[in-house]
């Protein structure tokens, strides 16, 4: 059983920075790539980046306009998001996800490639 824990979130202001942290955890688990995802009420849930973990190579959302940055620490297992300059609008529940360990796909912005995800973690940015 594998199980992505994320934490880090919380309330901020307008401006703030917050940096949000994810590890799997239970069995060992080879890591192809990792994604962040958010879902605001109401609201589908959006891509907003992903990892290649072997080569680290990085994907966003066009629409972040660079106030996110993912990255990993590999002796640690981690992933990482560091917001920055968050708005009112970036208020959601933050998921991190993983593929499936044999996954090849280079389709990281689609949920559904997705096999693994965390519980979800609340961003909640105040005006």
């Known amino acids: 059983q594998v199980q992505l824990v994320e934490s880090g979130g919380g309330l901020a202001q307008t401006g703030d920075s917050l940096r949000l942290s994810c590890a799997p955890s239970g069995r060992t688990f080879r890591i192809y790539a990792m994604g962040w995802f958010r879902q605001a009420p109401g609201k589908e849930r959006e891509f907003l980046a992903a990892?290649?973990?072997?080569?680290?190579?990085?994907y966003y959302s066009s629409d972040l306009k660079g106030r996110f940055t993912i990255s990993r620490d590999i002796a640690k297992n981690t992933v990482y998001l560091q917001m920055n300059r968050l708005k009112p609008e970036d208020t959601a529940i933050y998921y991190c996800a993983a593929p499936d360990e044999d996954s090849t796909t280079v389709y990281l912005s689609r949920s559904n490639e997705y096999r693994y995800w965390g519980q979800g973690t609340q961003v909640t940015v105040s005006s």
């Open positions: 990892i290649r973990w072997s080569v680290g190579s990085t």
